[in-house]
C-alpha cells in the first residue's frame, strides 16, 4: 500500500512503471565519465573509459572492437523496459571489482546497460548512499536509460572529500549541464546520504531547473539509530568490525522483497526454491560490505552525513526545485516516513509517495 501526497506535479518516472516479469541476468559494464584523465579507469573488466564529451554517445564491444552507435531520435512506445535484468547481484559485483583498484577523488560513470539515452534526453545524476557505489540503483539502470542519460556519482573506497568538495563535484557537472542546455531540467536522484545532497545542492542553485527525486533521504540522521553507531564504532575491536554487515543487516532491508525481485521460476515451487537459494546468496555478499565500507571509511561517512543533513536541513526554505520523495513505511535506519512528512511541509514544491511495506533499501524492492 501507498500514501500519497501532492504539491506539484512531477513528471511521472520509469521507476514507477516497471516491467515485472523480465528476470533475466546480464554481465553488467559501465563506461566511466572522469575530469581527471588519471583516474577515467575504473577498474571494472570490460569497461569502456570515454571523455565528458562522449558522454551522450552509448558505446559497445562488438567482437572486441568498439563501436559507437547514432542515438535514436525520440521515445517509442516499449513493452519490455528492462527492469530485473539487473539484480543486487550484479551491483555488489561492480562494488567488489570498483574496489580492487580504488583510488582518486570522486567521479562520474555511466552505466553501459543503460543504453542509448534519446536525443536531447534529460540527464539524471544518481547521488549514492553512504556506501557510495550505485548499487541501489543497479535494477533500474535498463529502465532509467530508456529515457534519461544516466550519469552515477562514485566516491572511492579511501576518498576523504569533505563536503564542500562534494558539493562543488556536482554543482560543476550540473552547471556544465545547465549551460549545455539552459531548457532542459535536470534530475537528481539522491538516495538516504544522496537525498540530503541533493536538497543542499538545490538550496545553492535555487536558479536551475532541478528536479529532485529522494529515495529515503538521510536529513533525518540526528533522529536515527545512525547516530550512535560512530560511538559504538569507536568501542568495537577491529577484529569484531566484519560481523557488523549481519548484525544491522535486517535493518538495512526487506531480504526477502529483495531476493522477490529477481524470481523468476516457471512455477511457484521453482520460485520459491530461488528465493531461498538468493537471500542465503545476499547474507554471504555481506561481507562484501566489510571491503566497501572499512570501519575508519564508515566513520567518516557518518560524519559527512551528519553534516550534509544539517546543512540542508538549515537551507530547506532556500529548494525552489520540484521534489519527489520516495518514503520506506518500515525503514529501521531511519525515520523516513516521519521525515517525508516535515519535508513535505518545509518544501514549496513537494510531493510524497510512502511504501508502507518497504524496508531501507527502497529502490531495490520498488515495483510500482
Not at 38 to 63: F, L, P, R
Not at 79 to 97: A, K
Not at 146 to 157: D, E, G, M
Not at 225 to 244: N, R, T, V
Request: aromatic residues 8%; neutral net charge.
Amino acid at each position: 500500500m501507498t500514501l500519497t501526497l501532492r504539491h506539484s506535479g512531477v513528471p511521472s518516472l520509469p521507476l514507477f512503471n516497471l516491467n515485472e516479469n523480465h528476470r533475466l541476468r546480464s554481465h553488467v559494464l559501465v563506461r566511466s565519465i572522469g575530469y581527471d584523465k588519471s583516474w577515467e579507469s575504473t577498474g571494472i573488466s570490460d569497461v569502456s573509459s570515454v571523455n565528458k564529451k562522449d558522454a551522450y554517445v552509448a558505446v559497445s564491444n562488438v567482437g572486441g572492437k568498439k563501436s559507437r552507435q547514432d542515438v535514436p531520435e525520440e521515445l517509442k512506445v516499449f513493452w519490455d523496459d528492462g527492469y530485473g535484468t539487473q539484480t543486487i547481484d550484479d551491483g555488489l559485483e561492480i562494488g567488489r571489482n570498483l574496489i580492487k583498484s580504488d583510488g582518486g577523488p570522486p567521479r562520474w560513470f555511466c552505466p553501459i546497460a543503460c543504453g542509448k539515452p534519446i536525443k536531447n534526453s534529460p540527464v539524471l545524476l544518481y547521488l549514492p548512499g553512504i556506501d557510495g557505489t550505485r548499487v541501489g540503483l543497479v535494477i533500474h539502470d535498463k529502465a532509467l536509460g530508456k529515457v534519461f542519460n544516466v550519469q552515477c556519482l562514485h566516491i572511492p573506497v579511501w576518498d576523504r572529500t569533505p563536503m564542500e568538495g562534494l558539493f562543488q563535484i556536482v554543482e560543476e557537472t550540473v552547471m556544465i549541464e545547465h549551460t549545455l542546455s539552459p531548457n532542459k531540467p535536470i534530475y537528481l536522484l539522491g538516495e538516504s546520504f544522496g537525498g540530503a545532497l541533493a536538497l543542499a545542492v538545490a538550496a545553492r542553485n535555487p536558479k536551475v531547473d532541478l528536479i529532485l527525486i529522494l529515495a529515503n533521504p538521510a536529513t533525518s540522521y540526528e533522529r536515527s539509530p545512525l547516530f550512535f553507531l560512530p560511538s559504538l564504532l569507536g568501542d568495537l575491536p577491529e577484529e569484531y568490525y566484519g560481523l557488523l554487515p549481519y548484525a544491522i543487516s535486517p535493518l538495512a532491508g526487506d531480504y526477502i522483497k529483495i531476493a522477490m525481485v529477481r524470481s523468476y521460476g516457471r512455477n511457484h515451487l521453482e520460485s520459491i526454491l530461488q528465493l531461498v537459494a538468493g537471500f542465503s546468496k545476499d547474507l554471504r555478499l555481506l561481507s562484501v560490505m566489510t571491503k566497501i565500507l572499512p570501519k575508519d571509511t564508515l566513520k567518516w561517512r557518518l560524519k559527512l552525513v551528519q553534516s550534509t543533513a544539517a546543512y540542508a536541513n538549515s537551507r530547506l526554505h532556500a529548494v525552489t526545485s520540484q521534489v519527489l520523495i520516495l518514503a520506506s513505511g518500515r525503514d529501521n535506519l531511519l525515520p523516513s516516513k516521519e521525515e517525508a512528512l516535515r519535508l513535505f511541509r518545509s518544501l514549496k514544491h513537494c510531493d510524497v509517495q510512502v511504501f508502507e511495506e518497504n524496508g531501507h533499501t527502497i529502490l531495490l524492492v520498488l515495483l510500482h
